[in-house]
């Protein structure tokens, strides 16, 4: 690719954001910053000496890549050394490792890669002290929904009239999962017993730091396979520039005033230290800039990278907008949106057009002669309180025969979204809703996402429907696919049916209830949560006897102020009966439909796969457990899923570890794709490993994810009451393809938007103090797991109050022993113990950065603690 091709691409489809950063200076530059080496501004004039190497051309990038001589992937840059970036191995083993900005080649994260392997003696030995890969899969976790919760709320909106509910999707989705740890973090945050390893007089003898000395750092709890050589490759070619190529940051002035770039340019400094550093034109910068500059050190930007060429350390771009001071809400919210090629624009006239014009708008005869009418079944939806946009009903009406006709009824969006319209162009392109802490940024305007479409209870709703006769066991008697007419009777949220479940045999008062409708009792309403509680935990039971895996991870919801919209305090979300109960029926749905749609389309079918876990990443996982005494079986999903649910406690030190093992566990797990089933030709390749299925799909949520829209035209088209299909493999396939990196990057809005508002809490409410497990050891610092928020933080052993503290390996754990200076120059100096799997109790601190934060230990008690050892449950033999 020439320069010429090297153009900005202003339709990023959507990754996370990323770049690159040189291993010789740190985060911003692959050579020297301006203030660095002089002879950097005589490299602007005249001839220039190439940095980057020249991409190959696409001819032979396509030869080397059907030889095999060349690989490709997405890559991925570590967000905590940014010097090292990786992408995946075709044979699953261990990542393919690319050394810095050079051999990027001014790719950044999540841009569509070719690789060229360099010579074996050039392939590096990643130091292990660095633990890293705790750091990044804290920040860049590819844990798919299916394996964590239905419809959670972020937070509790009091007093927000005009938005719904946030729901974060788990990691990524919603509306299909396993299982759940229930009350699991309930018992974790009440209150963690301290197990921390304390003594006044032992400890053994290895090299010991005081806090004045510096050493080098050494190895964790890593096996010996990370100290070998790892393939090591240069970026060649870019296929697909999937970053957005914008970030926020901030504006600097360049250090050499009596320069020539110092007269044209300005240096910007992304926030994310994967972006290079950005020299913008100062005709795009405020006008006092030059003389106050000073006033715009905390002022975030916006900046487009429009060129960064072969001989030039850092990229050049424009300056979009100033989006307001760092660390408050909205201007941070907007960068991350417009970093991560989220449109949030409002919608056009042109995709209002497509609305319907009047309002109050009612089904139409002719349409309602299509359906099945199921406006006088009783009907209901379970949601979070505040939720507007009601993708899914549920329904359950006793047979005379001791079964059930179950149904599932989703909101018949592709009815108001015609083919090729203006209004179908930019849901394809959005792909999906993006929620956020405060708000939500929708796939559809709000005429359909909260009126229309959304199953509000008491008016006639269109909807798309899976109907089954169940066994009170759960097996499937008869299963019909069709469009109907349902008329919801009451809007159930969670907590209701919770409710319901837990007082079985209490008739509920009608003021605990929302509005019924009067064609339907609370006590046939109730029946019906019962029915579908008692059939759902069957059908849970045996979907985990066939194998499923379930890796639930804390999850935090805030709770907002309804005046300043900050946030007043958070909790771990709790995950009851009542979200299970949904997500059973989800599940069932989406499996039928995925069989109906291939049997009807084999080479056409929209489909989910989910791959297994990178077998590299899962030995050496299932190698530290060994080490720590831990028999974990990882043959197969099932097998997983029982060892992490079998071989613990239900004890408080027990808990907490499974939250730490679950949370390793995530790590090696790969992201769940959509795909078409005409493209990939190996059937086995459809298989989705966590729910340990041949053939899946998402059906259940098309108000907000544009693969399920596509998924009811499909399901439409089989059952002849739609448009008939003439879409091309290879074109279904494109939609899969751009699905996936929107929900991809919606996955990391949601996760930097918590982690936005989980800042701002411990700035303004901290400091904040919590349980925390150990997850990682170092010599220097160890990295924990802090219970109560379900964050993970490094602790330094520099910023504590210590005499000295040294590390080693007991075996084969690693271990670092603390001297805590006494408070009271008469008492003996306290000796704690760090291990994987301690106790121990953080502060969490506000720094001065915006929304930085640092955990700090807590100083144990000189009197006594109990041995973490005689706490542990044996391991299994």
């Not at 005009?162 to 018992?187: F, K, L, R």
């Not at 000073?294 to 487009?304: E, N």
């Not at 093992?661 to 992201?671: A, C, D, G, K, V």
Request: hydrophobic residues 35%.
């Amino acid at each position: 690719m020439s320069h010429s091709e090297y153009k900005l691409n202003f339709r990023a489809l959507g990754a996370p954001k990323g770049g690159g950063v040189s291993p010789m200076v740190g985060p911003h530059g692959a050579g020297a910053s301006p203030s660095d080496k002089k002879s950097k501004n005589k490299s602007m004039r005249g001839k220039k000496k190439s940095i980057f190497e020249t991409y190959m051309s696409k001819e032979d990038v396509s030869k080397g890549l059907k030889r095999g001589t060349l690989i490709q992937g997405v890559l991925r840059i570590n967000p905590k050394k940014f010097h090292e970036a990786f992408i995946p191995s075709p044979d699953g083993d261990r990542d393919i490792f690319i050394d810095g900005v050079v051999a990027r080649n001014r790719a950044l994260n999540g841009d569509l890669v070719v690789v060229k392997l360099l010579p074996e003696e050039q392939w590096k030995v990643i130091k292990p002290e660095s633990n890293d890969k705790v750091a990044e899969a804290a920040y860049e976790s590819e844990l798919p929904e299916e394996l964590c919760g239905h419809h959670l709320p972020l937070q509790s909106l009091r007093g927000y009239n005009d938005s719904p509910d946030v729901i974060i999707e788990a990691q990524y989705d919603d509306s299909d999962s396993e299982d759940g740890h229930g009350g699991t973090q309930n018992v974790l945050v009440d209150g963690v017993k301290k197990l921390s390893v304390c003594s006044h007089d032992k400890g053994k003898s290895d090299t010991q730091v005081t806090k004045d000395e510096s050493s080098p750092m050494s190895p964790d709890a890593r096996g010996p396979s990370e100290k070998s050589p790892q393939k090591s490759a240069k970026v060649v070619y870019i296929l697909e520039k999937k970053h957005s190529r914008a970030a926020t940051g901030v504006l600097k002035l360049l250090a050499e005033k009596n320069s020539d770039l110092f007269r044209k340019y300005a240096l910007f400094s992304p926030s994310d230290h994967r972006v290079p550093r950005i020299y913008v034109p100062l005709k795009d910068c405020p006008q006092d800039f030059m003389t106050r500059p000073k006033d715009y050190a905390s002022t975030l930007f916006i900046c487009h990278i429009v060129d960064w060429k072969e001989d030039c350390n850092f990229a050049l771009g424009k300056l979009a907008k100033s989006l307001g001071q760092a660390g408050e809400i909205e201007p941070e919210t907007e960068g991350i949106l417009t970093e991560y090629g989220v449109d949030f624009s409002d919608f056009s006239s042109e995709v209002l057009e497509c609305l319907p014009r009047s309002l109050p708008w009612t089904i139409p005869p002719e349409e309602v002669s299509k359906r099945r009418d199921l406006r006088k079944d009783c009907v209901f939806t379970i949601d979070p309180p505040t939720a507007r946009d009601l993708d899914d009903a549920l329904s359950c009406r006793p047979l005379a025969d001791g079964t059930f006709q179950v149904g599932v009824h989703i909101a018949d969006v592709s009815y108001f979204v015609p083919q090729g319209s203006q209004l179908d162009k930019v849901a394809a392109e959005r792909a999906t809703s993006v929620y956020l802490v405060q708000k939500v940024v929708p796939m559809l305007p709000r005429l359909l996402c909260e009126e229309l479409c959304s199953l509000n209870p008491m008016t006639d709703k269109l909807t798309f429907s899976v109907i089954w006769t169940l066994t009170s066991e759960g097996k499937i008697l008869d299963e019909w696919f069709g469009r109907t007419i349902i008329r919801s009777c009451t809007k159930l949220s969670y907590e209701h049916a919770q409710s319901m479940i837990e007082r079985p045999a209490e008739k509920i008062p009608e003021r605990e209830l929302p509005p019924i409708s009067p064609e339907h009792s609370p006590e046939e309403l109730h029946q019906a949560v019962l029915n579908l509680h008692r059939i759902a935990k069957q059908l849970r039971r045996q979907r985990f006897a066939n194998g499923a895996l379930r890796l639930d991870q804390l999850k935090l919801a805030f709770t907002l102020d309804h005046e300043t919209g900050l946030p007043q305090g958070c909790h771990i979300y709790e995950y009851h009966d009542s979200n299970k109960l949904v997500e059973e029926f989800m599940l069932l749905a989406n499996m039928a439909v995925a069989h109906k749609i291939h049997g009807a389309f084999p080479e056409q079918a929209l489909l989910r796969r989910h791959p297994p876990p990178q077998t590299k990443m899962l030995g050496d996982l299932v190698e530290f457990c060994d080490q720590m005494g831990l028999a974990v079986d990882v043959s197969s999903a099932g097998a997983l899923h029982k060892s992490l649910t079998k071989i613990f406690g239900d004890d408080k030190y027990s808990l907490a570890r499974k939250e730490v093992l679950t949370n390793m566990f995530s790590r090696p797990m790969q992201m769940a794709l959509y795909f078409c089933s005409g493209v990939l030709r190996d059937q086995a390749q459809f298989q989705h490993y966590a729910l340990n299925v041949p053939l899946y799909t998402h059906f259940t949520s098309p108000i907000r994810r544009f693969a399920d829209v596509l998924v009811h035209r499909l399901l439409a088209a089989a059952l002849g009451c739609g448009q008939q299909l003439e879409v091309e493999p290879d074109a279904l396939q494109k939609q899969a393809d751009h699905c996936n990196d929107r929900r991809m990057a919606s996955k990391r809005v949601q996760e930097l938007s918590t982690a936005l508002f989980f800042g701002i809490l411990v700035k303004e409410s901290g400091p904040l103090e919590s349980e925390a497990m150990v997850m990682g050891v170092l010599n220097q610092a160890f990295d924990v797991l802090v219970l109560r928020f379900g964050v993970q933080k490094r602790v330094y052993c520099n910023a504590l109050a210590l005499r000295s503290y040294h590390f080693e390996k007991v075996g084969r754990k690693p271990e670092l022993t603390l001297l805590w200076e006494p408070e009271d120059p008469e008492q003996e100096p306290v000796r704690q113990v760090i291990t994987v799997f301690s106790l121990v109790e953080v502060t969490l601190q506000a720094e001065a950065a915006a929304l930085k934060y640092r955990a700090i230990l807590k100083r144990p008690s000189p009197e006594g603690c109990p041995s973490l050892e005689g706490q542990e449950p044996e391991p299994e033999p």
